[in-house]
């Protein structure tokens, strides 16, 4: 039989058996305020319903040990999680309660949160505060007599809080977009711009070495403005001469993700700005004649590049082409906006 320990979120079959879990440990009454007499219901209320996620760790099918998920306060707040962990009796010293602290610091990161604090650790309960000690908490505060213990009375509380060492990466993009027909929607002749639609427009795409779809983007070089970053790197990525930026349409995607090699997480913002590609090198179009205008192609040698291909697409192509979510998230505010622009 499989002997892996597997740490996957709560499922209704497994209920039962964290309820003997917890009914054990709350009538205990050495570790959790919980009360001793807490009924089932009360417990899944507590320990599943109410946590925004609560998980198990299940080794050769048995539950060994469970923890749940929450912001530690609303609003303001929301950015710093709490977790409570309990192990089954029968499981103590078999490392079930390290795996699950490292798990929930991993999944903490990964949705969104910046710390991790625990309210009311029992003083005397010396090897979960020598457990998180190791895992990176710090006492910041002490709570004289805050918890009744069940044998010794009236005995101090900790407040233990590990701040998540984020790595902070910025970049800047641009999302390229060209409109290669002009349809008058004002009076015929007079060539005023304001008085042309366009229709049919198209994004240009990049994909990269690793096989990823997205857009040209990268890091800001010394006294770099984030325009100045954006267009660089498009001009850079492309080949093509400088966009047009559109100074009202500027989006910002932030996201987290692991650096497996160091185990640590990085938190990217990218700031994208909509630039308009424009048909010759010289950036001039006359509405009276570009009702037929042809995007221009980039001009890099690939092989040279990060980059493998480029591709002028559609809206719904170019969503289905990108590879991120994040990057779907940008295009459709972006298409969006120029809809109403």
């Not at 609560?54 to 539950?63: D, E, F, I, L, P």
């Not at 409570?84 to 079930?96: E, Q």
């Not at 005023?192 to 049919?200: C, I, K, P, Q, T």
Request: charged residues 20%.
């Amino acid at each position: 039989m499989d002997e892996t320990l597997i740490i996957r979120l709560v499922e209704p079959p497994d209920y039962e058996a964290v309820w003997e879990i917890f009914s054990a440990i709350a009538t205990a009454g050495e570790t959790y305020v919980y009360a001793p007499n807490t009924t089932r219901a009360e417990a899944i209320a507590l320990w599943i319903e109410a946590p925004s996620a609560t998980y198990v760790a299940v080794q050769s099918g048995r539950v060994l040990g469970t923890y749940y998920l929450k912001p530690n306060q609303p609003g303001l707040g929301s950015h710093v999680c709490n977790c409570g962990y309990m192990v089954s009796p029968g499981a103590r010293g078999r490392g079930v309660a390290t795996a699950l602290g490292n798990h929930s610091q991993a999944e903490a990161q990964r949705l969104g949160f910046r710390a991790m604090q625990f309210n009311c650790v029992v003083s005397t309960n010396t090897t979960a505060v020598r457990l998180w000690q190791k895992l990176g908490f710090k006492i910041v505060g002490t709570l004289p007599g805050a918890f009744r213990h069940r044998q010794l009375g009236f005995v101090d509380a900790y407040v233990m809080y590990q701040q998540f060492n984020l790595i902070q990466d910025e970049a800047f993009g641009i999302i390229p977009v060209f409109w290669p027909l002009f349809s008058r929607v004002g009076s015929q002749g007079s060539g005023d711009a304001s008085e042309l639609g366009v229709v049919n427009h198209q994004y240009l795409l990049i994909r990269h070495q690793k096989g990823h779809w997205g857009f040209p983007k990268g890091h800001r070089e010394a006294k770099e403005s984030a325009e100045q970053t954006a267009q660089r790197e498009f001009q850079e990525e492309t080949g093509l001469p400088a966009c047009r930026l559109m100074p009202e349409l500027r989006f910002t995607e932030e996201y987290r993700f692991l650096k497996q090699k160091r185990g640590q997480w990085v938190e990217k913002t990218v700031v994208y700005f909509v630039g308009e590609v424009l048909p010759d090198p010289v950036g001039h179009i006359n509405p009276a004649t570009a009702t037929a205008a042809q995007h221009p192609l980039p001009k890099v040698e690939i092989q040279q590049q990060e980059i493998s291909e480029f591709r002028w697409c559609r809206y719904e192509e170019a969503l289905a082409l990108l590879t991120h979510e994040v990057g779907r998230q940008m295009l459709r505010q972006c298409e969006a906006a120029l809809t109403q622009h």
